[in-house]
């Protein structure tokens, strides 16, 4: 699966190990998709704002807000999900408030397992099936997902709640929430890690979980931060005895040589992540960078379109 069929998805869910550069690689998706004429939604789910900033605008809160042309953002969260959910079943705010503000009854929602997760998901996932002027409001919904145990407990409810709750409401959106995850032509996971030995390892195990537990298409691996080759492994030997001179020549010698093996060790990583997993895959460069924002962004873009046909975006 390459790029454009990735993005011809309605939903994108990117998610991979904590500190991989996630937010990154949805955040470059997004620019890719919107420069490709399609209106994006980024949602991340419960978190401390990454999104928007690094588009280079504010924070969305829980209000759909515009990031960049063609990009809106949004942060879901657990209480202003599940006021959204209680006014689309009960659909007059007095009623709301007077069942859903109820101590008593906050404490019985409290005790349903997983209802939180539950409405944090549906509130995407209606964003993916909404409508407006006869037309999807959205062309595609990217999901900055929870890292790996997080995700995957988040995209396990529905098939967890079909299972346990008897027939009612809560059930059919149990039941339309789980077929939108593992229809194969609207839902895709891209899976990000870094050339690693942890995140490398995390993300095969993830992969088993998503193809396995989940049943849903595994769209591509990302792999982040990766060192390009500077040294021949002639070059790298040559470094060795050079470390013990003087400066300038000593240091720069033991930072080449650091680098040298630094990037031998992602290399084998890299091979071994291709091996284990098969999926399309786009190996996205180490930027050395002040700031990260949107230039980086920008720059995590034009890799991932320069991608080689066939590769993942």
């Known amino acids: 699966m390459g790029l454009p069929t990735l993005l011809e998805r309605r939903l994108v869910i990117v998610t991979g190990k904590g500190g991989v550069g996630k937010s990154t690689v949805t955040a470059a998706l997004a620019l890719l998709a919107a420069r490709a004429g399609k209106r994006v939604l980024v949602c991340e789910v419960n978190a401390q704002e990454r999104i ?12 759909t807000r515009q990031a960049r042309p063609g990009v809106h953002t949004v942060n879901v969260t ?9 006014l689309q079943v009960l659909h007059f705010r007095t009623i709301y408030e007077a069942v859903f503000e109820n101590r008593v009854v906050r404490r019985f929602l409290r ?42 407990q988040l995209l ?49 195990e993830l992969d088993g979980q998503v193809r396995g537990e989940l049943g ?37 010698a033991r930072a080449g040589r650091l680098y040298a093996i630094h990037a031998e060790q992602a290399s084998r990583h890299l091979a071994r992540a291709r091996a284990a997993l098969d999926l399309p895959t786009c190996v996205l ?29």
């Open 52 to 63: 928007a900033p690094l588009l280079g605008a504010p924070p969305s809160g829980y209000a």
């Open 78 to 86: 657990p209480a202003e999900a599940m006021r959204e959910y209680g």
């Open 111 to 152: 005790m349903i397992p997983s209802l939180p997760e539950l409405v944090m998901l549906g509130k995407i996932l209606n964003e993916v099936r909404a409508e407006e002027h006869e037309r999807p409001r959205w062309d595609l919904v990217l999901v900055d997902a929870p890292a790996t145990g997080h995700a995957v």
């Open 156 to 204: 396990r409810v529905p098939s967890a709640l079909v299972g346990t709750v008897p027939a009612g409401p809560l059930r059919r959106d149990a039941e339309w929430m789980e077929e939108l995850l593992v229809d194969p032509d609207r839902t895709a996971v891209a899976l990000v890690t870094l050339p690693e030995e942890m995140p490398v390892n995390e993300a095969i």
């Open 216 to 252: 849903m298409l595994r769209g591509a691996l990302f792999v982040n931060a990766m060192p390009d080759t500077r040294f021949s492994p002639e070059e790298a030997v040559r470094l060795a005895p050079l470390a013990a001179a003087a400066p300038p020549l000593g240091p720069a």
């Open 285 to 313: 460069p180490l930027l050395a960078v002040p700031e990260w924002g949107l230039s980086a962004v920008e720059a995590i873009a034009a890799a991932i379109a320069a991608a080689p046909p066939g590769s993942a975006p």
